[in-house]
């Protein structure tokens, strides 16, 4: 199945729900022939939490939030080790570690960057940060640090990008990312469903989205966080059925890409997993910043139980 065309791609999000079955069927043919039967497993680690100055609406940790969170700067390296080891223990894929806020001094950026090198020396784990809109010099560092690929997630379309942000442009999102590509920089982008976008908004993103051409593309849909600005957004359109297409298409525009379901999983698509396997090849265990998310061994049943296998990148753990 190919999809050229914007309006091919809105065909996807409008199939009628008993059209579904058929549309798995073609994106798990696509899904087996580059991903094979297996789901990687990602650990998020929050090493730096509140206090942001951005008005990003979902957001708990946000200039605008409400929420009573945990609130702190750069955690300790011990913690960081801890996280690192655990990852390396349940030989899970990937370790992500996530940073609020948008812009870092110089010697933040050289006080976490220190920390990723003995996090590198101690577990060799492939390593994802969530980190803002770097310069170019602070992600020189980080890269000769260790970090193998940075996550920016483009969040929604640049139409309806200025209904849920207003402190900073899809135009720097997308600067920072080709400048972050152009060091040689693996790229994790993806966006959020539910924010009050039109299936339009969607289709833009992922076209946006294949445009990067990211290793990895996380999707979320919205838990409605108390306290935020969105905290009243109606999800009850985010049926499963609905998701599910949402995430084939993100399966057909980027058929070799890590196809992430994130924030939203336990929530919208409990009960679904053998469908939700058959497109995506990659989950968060054990949360999303600052939700809570199923743990590692819940994880790990949920894709054994569908017929999976859950990922290992052993070559990364010689
Ligand atoms: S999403 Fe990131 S930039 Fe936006 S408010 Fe939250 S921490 Fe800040």
Redesign the pocket.
């Known amino acids: 199945m190919n999809i050229e065309t914007r309006e091919e791609a809105l065909s996807i999000l409008n199939l009628k729900n008993d059209e579904l079955p058929e549309l798995l069927n073609i994106v798990y043919s696509i899904r087996k022939k580059y991903k094979g039967n297996r789901v990687g497993i990602q650990l998020l680690t929050n090493v730096r939490s509140g206090n942001?100055?951005?008005?990003?609406a979902?957001?708990?940790?946000?200039?605008l939030?409400k929420v009573d969170i945990k609130k702190y700067s750069l955690v300790s390296t011990e913690k960081i080790l801890k996280d690192g080891n655990l990852v390396l223990d349940n030989s899970l894929a990937r370790h992500c570690l996530g940073l609020?806020?948008?812009r870092f001094s110089d010697t933040e950026i050289n006080e976490f960057a220190n920390q990723i090198i003995k996090l590198k020396k101690e577990t060799q784990t492939p390593i994802c940060c969530?980190i803002?809109l770097l310069t170019l010099d602070q992600a020189e560092i980080l890269k000769k640090a260790g970090v193998d690929r940075i996550n920016h997630n483009l969040n929604t379309s640049e139409r309806f990008y200025p209904y849920i942000?207003t402190t900073?442009t899809y135009k720097e999102r997308i600067d920072n990312i080709k400048m972050l590509q152009s060091l040689g920089f693996e790229i994790c982008c993806g966006g959020i469903i539910g924010l009050g976008e039109e299936k339009m908004d969607i289709v833009d993103m992922v076209f946006s989205i294949k445009e990067i051409n990211p290793q990895a593309v996380p999707i979320n849909f919205l838990i409605p966080i108390k306290g935020t600005p969105l905290e009243n957004s109606d999800t009850a359109y985010l049926t499963a059925e609905y998701c599910l297409k949402i995430l084939c298409l993100t399966r057909l525009l980027l058929p070799k890409s890590d196809i992430r379901c994130a924030a939203g999983r336990e929530v919208y698509l409990k009960g679904w997993e053998k469908e939700l396997f058959c497109v995506v090849d990659s989950v968060f265990a054990s949360g999303y910043l600052t939700t809570d998310g199923d743990g590692i061994d819940e994880t790990i049943k949920v894709i054994k139980d569908a017929g999976f296998e859950y990922y290992i990148e052993s070559s990364n753990f010689e």
Do not use: D, L, P
């Open positions: 942001c100055t951005q008005n990003c979902y957001c708990a940790q946000s200039i939030s609020s806020g948008i969530s803002g942000c900073h």
